[in-house]
């Protein structure tokens, strides 16, 4: 089920190494998978997508991979920078409906 | 680049009054949604808008809470009575006319209710 908390898990990474962020979703019928970033007070920015037709998929610095056995997502970020900080979410989508579930939110700290 | 506006930034009100939260969403965009968050938790789904009516909506999007899209831009959020429970960043988000495509989020309201 989805767990709701006022604290956030957090991830630190050092500037220049690679960040990985996990999620686990519920719902075997999701096939479609968003990561969006959150900075302080802004609206969530739309990273990137895959379809439960994928395993993986990348993009600029950053790459999703879809592990539908164990339902999981990750989302890596390569060369990690500090404009990179921020709050992280997955969300999932089933075909004919139209709302997106989020997951609870990883915070990424990056170190200088 | 083309984008979902929302206004006003901050609302502040007292427990029952009505608010109406407005959002701009991208011109060609045919799907409309409001989600709310909040205060440190995960966004949550209100509504989905499509063809002039609610194609879906939550269990926390009850009778207080209507939407309309007034004109060919503009989309509307009313609580009619608001609750202290209430206080939350509202976010609408559109897309077009793909299916599963990607949400488009607003900057959100600040919606702070005494």
């Known amino acids: 089920g989805e767990s709701v908390g006022l604290h956030l898990p957090t991830l630190s990474v050092q500037e220049g190494d690679n960040s990985i962020i996990n999620c686990a979703y519920s719902?075997?019928?999701?096939?479609?998978f968003i990561w969006y970033k959150q900075e302080s007070g802004k609206g969530p920015q739309f990273i990137i997508d895959?379809?439960?037709?994928?395993d993986k998929r990348q993009g600029q610095r950053v790459t999703v991979l879809l592990n539908k056995t164990v339902k999981h997502l990750s989302l890596q970020i390569a060369a990690t920078q500090p404009g990179d900080s921020a709050v992280y979410f997955c969300?999932?989508?089933?075909?004919?409906?139209?709302?997106?579930?989020f997951g609870t939110g990883t915070r990424l700290k990056v170190l200088a | 680049e083309p984008e979902v506006t929302q206004t006003p930034s901050h609302q502040v009100t007292q427990m029952g009054q009505e608010v109406i939260l407005r959002c701009v969403p991208i011109?060609?965009?045919?799907?409309f949604y409001w989600y709310r968050q909040i205060l440190g938790q995960k966004v949550e789904f209100l509504v989905s808008?499509?063809?002039?009516?609610?194609?879906?909506k939550s269990e926390i999007f009850d009778d207080q809470f209507s939407v309309e899209r007034p004109d060919g831009s503009n989309f509307t959020l009313k609580i009619r009575s608001t609750k202290l429970e209430d206080s939350a960043m509202y976010f609408c988000?559109?897309?077009?006319?793909?299916?599963?495509?990607?949400?488009?989020f607003g900057p959100g309201t600040r919606l702070t209710v005494t």
């Open positions: 988000a559109s897309r077009g006319g793909r299916p599963s495509g990607e949400q488009y």
């Open positions: 719902n075997s019928a999701s096939d479609y």
């Open positions: 895959i379809r439960s037709n994928m």
């Open positions: 969300a999932e989508s089933t075909s004919g409906t139209y709302k997106y579930i």
């Open positions: 011109s060609n965009h045919l799907y």
């Open positions: 808008f499509y063809n002039n009516e609610i194609s879906e």
